[in-house]
Each structure stands twice: as C-alpha cells, then as structure tokens.
C-alpha cells in the first residue's frame, strides 16, 4: 500500500498521468468509488491508453476538484412522517 502512495509522488514529480490506484488515493477516494464515477460520467476526466490502461492527467484532477469546492454543506432536509399516512393490509 505504501509503495502505491510512493509512486504517486513520483509520478507527480515525473509524469502528469496518473493510474487508477494513483488517482483514487490522491483524491481520497476508494478505487472501486472511482471506478463508479467513471462508469456514470459523474468523475475526473479520463484517457485511455490501449485497451484497458485507464489514466488521469494531473491539471484534470485539479480542476475537476476545484470545480466541486464547496464553502459549507448543503442543508439536508428532513421530511416528516404525514399524519394521514395508513398502513396498507
């Protein structure tokens, strides 16, 4: 685990492409996470080099990150049970 860690420092300093493992820890997400995101459209951009060799570059990263900066949460909402609600036989 720890090897991973390393080499996504050094791939900072060397090349701008991250993989998979690389990028789920620099965001702070699990892998398995990030490859949901990428299947729903909803993560970092992505290239893919060969057939299955999935890379992010690093400026993606930053800005998809930056894009999501929040000053506070949002409010959740609460939403009371209804008086009028009666259970179904």
């Known amino acids: 685990m720890e090897d991973e860690f390393e080499r996504a420092a050094a791939a900072r300093k060397g090349s701008p492409f991250l993989n998979s ?27 893919r080099h060969g057939r299955r060799n999935v890379r992010y570059h690093i400026a993606d990263l930053e800005a998809w990150s930056a894009a999501r900066k929040r000053e506070k949460s949002s409010p959740t909402t609460h939403v009371a049970p209804s008086d009028n609600a009666t259970p179904r036989s």
Do not use: I, K, V
Request: net charge negative; proline share 7%.
């Open 21 to 47: 493992a690389q990028t789920a820890h620099y965001l702070g997400l699990s892998e398995r996470t990030l490859e949901d995101m990428r299947e729903n459209g909803e993560g970092p951009p992505f290239r």
